[in-house]
Nanobody
Framework: QVQLVEFGGGLVQPGGSLRLSCTASGNINDISIMGWYRQAPGKQRDLVATIARGSDPAYADSVKGRFAISRDWGNYTVYLQMNDLKPDNTSVYYC????????????????WGQGTQVTVSS
């Protein structure tokens, strides 16, 4: 199976920056799409950014120009650089993976990480 583990959350002041990372492990041959979602208390889980092989990254309108997603394709790792953070960016951030080729099988997914808390507060 596939496991995703996120790192990098924490407490930051408004205007500050954080970098999240997420690494997938398991009997993986390739992952087509990895992304970040977030969920605030009492709200649904929303897309933040995704990155797919052969395509430009996609972002939620609210984070364009401030957040940047990138991938280390060979190590099944995805990063989210978050700049100029605002209090309403406070959420649990989840990593996910779609279209995963395992050794011997293919799974559409999605697979999810356990989430990492990001709190933006002065």
């Amino acid at each position: 199976q596939v496991q995703l583990v996120e790192f990098g959350g924490g407490l930051v002041q408004p205007g500050g920056s954080l970098r999240l990372s997420c690494t997938a492990s398991g009997n993986i041959n390739d992952i087509s799409i990895m992304g970040w979602y977030r969920q605030a208390p009492g709200k649904q889980r929303d897309l933040v950014a995704t990155i797919a092989r052969g395509s430009d990254p996609a972002y939620a309108d609210s984070v364009k120009g401030r957040f940047a997603i990138s991938r280390d394709w060979g190590n099944y790792t995805v990063y989210l650089q978050m700049n100029d953070l605002k209090p309403d960016n406070t959420s649990v951030y989840y990593c996910n993976a779609y279209e995963v080729w395992l050794r011997g099988s293919y799974n559409v997914g999605p697979y999810w990480g356990q989430g990492t808390q990001v709190t933006v507060s002065s």
